[in-house]
């Protein structure tokens, strides 16, 4: 596991250094996906966030590191929902409740998604590690799970299926960022998420998924 990278801060009181920076990632969010990475200044950002460039400074110390904070609070929100959920280990209704509260958090997230996607190959080599590190934890979740249903036997999966099958789950609900600008027309969140499943159990449960 990759540590987590420091974003320096002149600002000791951890309270108004967690305060400032979530309203940077929201003011950088609006702006990325508005204006592209490169083409925002962080004085645009200090302004979309509310305060001085000169203010701003003192929680970050480049605009690559309000990027870093955008991709680190997804997958730190991903955890600590998914962290929350109740134990069902080993059934498939435990399963659809991780895939149902993964899903609605894309979609309450979805511009920090699409941000997160299009501008994390301009972060510095360090910092774009650990973010890939925490994507595949991310998957590691789903893996865990899926891991537990085949040893109740509520499915059949080869390791590397169910390394797949994790995978799949994580680009599916993705999917709902990317093309919420089509897929909007026909359903909502929650037709997604039960067609998105539906799909999802019919493969691991079918023949192809003791490969």
């Given at each position: 596991?990759?540590?987590?990278?420091?974003?320096?801060s002149?600002?000791?009181?951890?309270?108004?250094?967690?305060?400032?920076?979530?309203?940077?990632?929201?003011?950088a969010?609006?702006?990325f996906?508005?204006k592209g990475?490169?083409?925002?200044?962080?004085r645009?950002?200090a302004?979309?966030?509310g305060?001085s460039?000169?203010?701003?400074y003192?929680?970050i110390?480049?605009?690559?590191?309000?990027?870093?904070l955008?991709?680190?609070?997804i997958?730190?929100?991903v955890?600590?929902?998914?962290?929350?959920?109740?134990s069902?280990?080993g059934?498939?209704?435990?399963?659809?409740?991780?895939?149902?509260?993964?899903?609605?958090?894309?979609?309450?997230?979805?511009?920090?998604?699409?941000?997160?996607?299009?501008?994390?190959?301009?972060?510095?080599?360090?910092?774009?590690?650990?973010?890939?590190n925490?994507?595949?934890?991310?998957?590691?979740?789903?893996?865990?799970?899926?891991?537990?249903?085949?040893?109740?036997?509520?499915?059949?999966?080869?390791?590397?299926?169910?390394k797949?099958?994790?995978?799949?789950?994580?680009?599916?609900?993705?999917?709902?960022?990317?093309?919420?600008?089509?897929?909007h027309?026909?359903?909502?969140?929650?037709?997604?998420?039960?067609?998105?499943?539906?799909?999802?159990?019919?493969?691991?449960?079918?023949?192809?998924?003791?490969v």
């Amino acid at each position: 596991m990759k540590a987590k990278r420091e974003v320096q801060s002149s600002v000791k009181d951890e309270s108004l250094i967690s305060k400032r920076r979530n309203q940077m990632i929201q003011g950088a969010v609006a702006l990325f996906k508005q204006k592209g990475f490169h083409r925002t200044t962080t004085r645009e950002i200090a302004k979309e966030a509310g305060f001085s460039i000169g203010t701003l400074y003192e929680y970050i110390r480049t605009k690559e590191d309000v990027l870093y904070l955008v991709c680190d609070s997804i997958y730190e929100e991903v955890q600590e929902r998914l962290s929350a959920l109740p134990s069902q280990a080993g059934t498939l209704d435990g399963l659809k409740i991780a895939i149902r509260h993964y899903y609605l958090l894309i979609d309450e997230m979805q511009d920090e998604y699409i941000v997160m996607y299009q501008e994390s190959k301009s972060l510095p080599k360090d910092a774009l590690g650990y973010v890939l590190n925490k994507e595949l934890e991310m998957v590691a979740i789903f893996e865990d799970i899926l891991h537990a249903c085949c040893k109740s036997g509520e499915c059949q999966l080869s390791p590397d299926a169910v390394k797949l099958a994790a995978h799949h789950v994580v680009v599916q609900g993705q999917m709902w960022a990317f093309r919420r600008w089509a897929l909007h027309r026909d359903m909502t969140i929650e037709g997604f998420i039960e067609q998105q499943t539906t799909f999802f159990l019919q493969g691991i449960q079918g023949n192809g998924g003791t490969v």
